[in-house]
């Protein structure tokens, strides 16, 4: 292969590598999007705010491994769609570990009291529903993510779904 096209052949790959590294970084931005206590947001099925945020050393009768708090997240769910909407205890995970990565997470403790959203129910049409999700986190943690991923389900398959937006509401954490 003479010189010139192997020249041409790496400049090629150069900006492949290139496109596809920027268009990585751009995908992120546009599916993640930032929320402040008490701002509303709405995704696809229906509409949240994180009301308040407190942390506590204790919640009903349980208290967090050595080293760890909580951190109680009074939530309101309305449902602006045409049918009822499925949640579960997994929708919504605590995030932490940088702004970028958020590889660290947790689900909420499982729903102890009347106050707690339950586990899993189905946000009626119109419905709108408050309630605490209770988190158990290390105790160094100043700053957080509350998480809802949208998944779309592809097809008839329960089992195959398409990420869509990614909704953070970020919470500063008291001493």
Same mark, same amino acid.
């Given at each position: 292969m003479p010189v010139r096209w192997k020249r041409r052949l790496a400049g090629i790959l150069l900006l492949a590598m290139l496109v596809g590294t920027?268009?990585?970084? *751009?995908?992120?931005e546009e599916t993640d999007r930032s929320f402040a206590v008490g701002e509303? &947001? @709405?995704?696809?099925?229906?509409?949240?705010? &994180?009301? *308040? &945020?407190e942390t506590a050393e *204790?919640?009903?009768?349980?208290?967090? !491994?050595?080293?760890?708090?909580? &951190?109680?997240?009074t939530l309101e769910l309305e449902n602006d769609s045409k049918a009822a909407?499925?949640?579960?205890?997994?929708?919504?995970?605590?995030c932490w570990d940088g702004e970028q990565t958020l590889s660290e997470k947790t689900a909420p403790?499982?729903?102890?009291?009347?106050? *707690?959203?339950?586990d899993?129910?189905?946000?009626? !049409?119109?419905?709108?529903?408050?309630?605490i999700l209770v988190y158990e986190v290390p105790r160094e943690l100043k700053r957080v993510a509350l998480s809802f991923l949208e998944r779309y389900n592809e097809g !008839? @398959?329960? @089992?195959?779904?398409?990420e869509g937006a990614r909704y953070l509401v970020w919470l500063d954490l008291d001493d």
């Open positions: 920027a268009a990585c970084g *751009q995908k992120e509303e &947001v @709405s995704n696809y099925w229906f509409d949240f705010t &994180v009301k *308040q &945020v *204790q919640w009903d009768d349980y208290t967090p !491994e050595e080293g760890n708090r909580l &951190v109680l997240c909407v499925p949640m579960g205890w997994d929708d919504f995970l605590l403790l499982p729903c102890r009291t009347e106050e *707690q959203l339950p899993e129910f189905d946000l009626q !049409e119109d419905e709108t529903v408050e309630g !008839e @398959s329960d @089992s195959r779904y398409t």
